[in-house]
């Protein structure tokens, strides 16, 4: 069993930063890739962005490229997403998952959230 702990979520306003964690613990952990996602108040959940453990190859959503970076510490078992430029319609509740083997393209571990706040 994996578990996904996220932290670093709060409050900022426009144009600042913020930087998510997304710590892995559990059984040895072996991911294939791992990607944030995030919801807003009254929309679906969306894609942010993910990476491949193995090879550090990412991939973005339109709306956060250039802005966002995602990463992560194989020795930490940790990913993380920096967020640059903030906007308010990037407040949303951002979720890590990891898909653990190519094979099965599904996400199959999810952690709890945190909220991130960006006011006007």
């Known amino acids: 069993q994996v578990q996904l702990i996220e932290s670093g979520g709060g409050l900022v306003q426009a144009g600042g930063s913020l930087r998510l964690s997304c710590a892995a613990s559990g059984q040895t952990f072996n991911a294939y890739t791992m990607a944030w996602f995030r919801q807003a108040p009254g929309k679906e959940r969306e894609f942010v962005a993910r990476i491949v453990w193995s090879d550090g190859m990412t991939n973005y959503a339109g709306p956060v490229k250039g802005r966002f970076t995602i990463s992560r510490d194989n020795a930490k078992n940790t990913v993380y997403l920096q967020m640059n430029r903030l906007k308010p319609d990037d407040t949303a509740v951002y979720s890590c998952?990891?898909?653990?083997?190519?094979?099965?393209?599904?996400?199959?571990?999810w952690g709890q959230g945190t909220q991130v706040t960006v006011s006007s």
């Open positions: 998952a990891a898909q653990m083997t190519v094979a099965r393209p599904q996400y199959d571990y």
